[in-house]
């Protein structure tokens, strides 16, 4: 796991992305970019240690960038929970147990994670620091569900047998193409349209 720095920077990608976001706010008004500077940050911190979290001096750099107390920083950082205030693992899988999740099979997903990474509550990171889990409120794909979303790709339609070929797909360094995982187009029904089938013409 990567120790809290005591000293945060943005690099010059983070830098080209800062001075976009800041333009889009009139004087005095710059702190409205606190998510998206926090997101570069956590974005940064993945690129550079391999582990996507906000350390405190990064919301303290934040702060001082946006002419922000440096608590108003921490409230945005804790309040919304895209943004990781400890260091996590390589992937983070963040599972949907939701209602619509959970009436189509949530639970078996969540049972594959645990099975195949070792970990066994939220928020945990496995030993070997491939994978943290965490549980999420609805990502709004609820057609497609259960979901498992990594990083910040969708993976959809899931089940047990697909979960575990994903986790060992990500163990051995490959990324499947994200989307539904049972021949599913998109968001249309299992088996293709039911309406619409013929084009007059």
Same mark, same amino acid.
């Given at each position: 796991m990567t120790d809290a720095p005591?000293?945060?920077?943005?690099?010059?990608?983070s830098e080209g992305s800062i001075a976009m976001f800041l333009a889009k706010y @009139?004087?005095?008004?710059?702190?409205? =970019?606190?998510?998206? %500077?926090?997101?570069?940050?956590?974005?940064?911190m993945g690129r550079t240690t391999g582990s996507a979290w906000v350390p405190v001096a990064a919301m303290d750099e934040i702060?001082?960038?946006?002419?922000?107390? @440096?608590?108003?920083?921490?409230?945005? =950082?804790?309040?919304? %929970?895209m943004f990781n205030t400890k260091p996590i693992g390589k992937y983070h899988l963040q599972l949907c147990t939701t209602t619509p999740c959970w009436l189509r099979g949530s639970d078996d997903v969540v049972a594959a994670c645990r099975k195949h990474t070792g970990i066994q509550g939220w928020g945990e990171t496995s030993a070997d620091g491939m994978f943290t889990m965490t549980e999420v409120e609805c990502v709004g794909a609820c057609?497609?569900?259960?979901?498992?979303?990594?990083?910040?790709?969708?993976?959809?339609?899931?089940?047990?047998?697909?979960?575990?070929?994903?986790?060992?797909?990500?163990?051995?360094?490959?990324?499947?193409p994200c989307g539904p995982m049972?021949?599913?187009?998109?968001?249309?029904?299992?088996g293709g349209p039911t309406t619409l089938t013929e084009i007059e013409g």
């Open positions: 005591s000293h945060f920077s943005f690099d010059e990608e @009139p004087a005095g008004k710059q702190a409205s =970019a606190v998510l998206p %500077l926090l997101d570069l940050a956590q974005r940064q702060a001082r960038r946006l002419d922000m107390a @440096p608590i108003r920083v921490y409230e945005v =950082a804790t309040f919304y %929970l057609t497609n569900a259960p979901v498992l979303q990594v990083d910040d790709d969708f993976y959809e339609d899931m089940d047990a047998a697909s979960t575990e070929a994903l986790l060992s797909a990500l163990r051995r360094g490959e990324k499947p049972n021949g599913r187009i998109n968001s249309a029904p299992l």
